[in-house]
């Protein structure tokens, strides 16, 4: 079977591997569907050092099951994994063993199971059964968006935004973008969406999505945009931005506020310089979001379901199998078009 594999910078080798016999606890899935990550295209650009497998937003078919894997139990309301269940694939996936895990807080699993080979831009992968999710009669492009949908989950949940709150989300990608429509299911009365104004398309699914108010950060300052619409200032800001932007989220904020953060930089771009009297005296809370491992399954299906988050709106440009490079490197490049990238695989 194929995968594809990267290393830095922007190379690409499809590779005709063989896998493993499957281990009794393991699924074989055939990817259907797999989604260009902003984590795949640095992956690409300098994370992967060596060649290195790529893709992890996947939804395909089990066409294989391990001899231990439970199967359908009749009258039971958990649907059971056989050849042929639609399933979409975890990045990665609490282990239920650990000292965190038994304590019941699963979001800080200590020995996260990211057993996989190999990446999502492959014809087949094989994973351990419990990091696999039925998706029901979502088409497998849609399903594909669950994984950076429990992302933008989590954010929302860590925020607990308040009823008829003012809210800001930094960043237009698709994650910002899902935030903020779920900022508004959870009733904030004002979605502000900031970033920078040549990402078109996403400005455009922004205004499809109900967002309130967007923001320019290149055609005007944010703290005097702030300053005039938001007096007393905002309830909360969701940070999908880099680092840096975390600074302006604190100023935004009023007294009591709350900031959650998921974005990733490298090259010295990760650190922050903070007020620190700002944080002490306006009693401000900054919350980070890994979102590993991810939860949030069952909801992400529902509402790539029933269209709170409609994915013909978020999909924007598809590629074949064949062209992983060429979608990798269109997503890199190609950000006043693109909203999603996603490849199908077969
Ligand atoms: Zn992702
Ligand atoms: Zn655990």
């Not at 020995?111 to 059964?129: Q, W």
């Not at 594909?144 to 949940?157: C, H, N, R, S, Y």
Request: hydrophobic share 40%.
């Amino acid at each position: 079977m194929k995968a594809f594999y990267t290393k830095a910078s922007m190379e690409f080798e499809q590779r005709d591997v063989g896998l493993d016999p499957l281990a009794p606890d393991e699924v074989l899935v055939k990817v259907r569907a797999c989604g260009v990550c902003g984590w795949d295209v640095l992956v690409a650009q300098t994370v992967a050092q060596d060649w290195s497998p790529i893709g992890h937003e996947l939804s395909g078919d089990i066409v294989e099951v391990g001899s231990a894997v439970p199967g359908l139990q009749v009258g039971t309301p958990v649907p059971g994994l056989q050849v042929g269940t639609p399933v979409v694939v975890e990045n990665s996936t609490l282990c239920g063993v650990c000292d965190q895990c038994k304590r019941g807080n699963v979001a800080h699993c200590v020995t996260l199971d990211h057993h996989r080979s190999p990446g999502g831009f492959a014809e087949l992968i094989k994973v351990r059964y419990t990091s696999v999710f039925p998706m029901a009669e979502l088409d497998y492009r849609a399903g594909a968006l669950a994984e950076p949908l429990t992302v933008a989950i989590d954010m929302v949940e860590m925020a607990e935004i308040p009823l008829a709150g003012h809210v800001a989300v930094f960043g237009p990608g698709p994650i910002g973008l899902m935030i903020a429509k779920l900022a508004l299911v959870k009733g904030a009365s004002r979605v502000y969406l900031t970033g920078h104004a040549h990402s078109h398309k996403r400005w455009e699914v922004a205004e499809a999505l109900g967002v309130t108010d967007c923001v320019f950060i290149d055609r005007q300052d944010l703290s005097s945009y702030f300053e005039k619409a938001e007096p007393q200032g905002l309830d909360r800001v969701l940070v999908t931005s880099p680092p840096a932007t975390i600074a302006d989220a604190m100023k935004l904020c009023r007294f009591g506020g709350i900031i959650t953060y998921n974005g990733i930089k490298f090259g010295g771009g990760e650190r922050i310089v903070l007020d620190g009297n700002d944080f002490h005296f306006k009693r401000l809370q900054l919350r980070g979001v890994h979102s590993i491992p991810n939860l949030g399954w069952p909801q992400a299906v529902e509402l790539l379901r029933n269209k709170t988050i409609d994915p013909d709106l978020f999909i924007s440009h598809t590629f074949p199998f064949e062209q992983v490079p060429d979608a990798v490197r269109f997503a890199a490049t190609a950000r006043s078009e693109t909203v999603k990238v996603m490849v199908e695989v077969g």
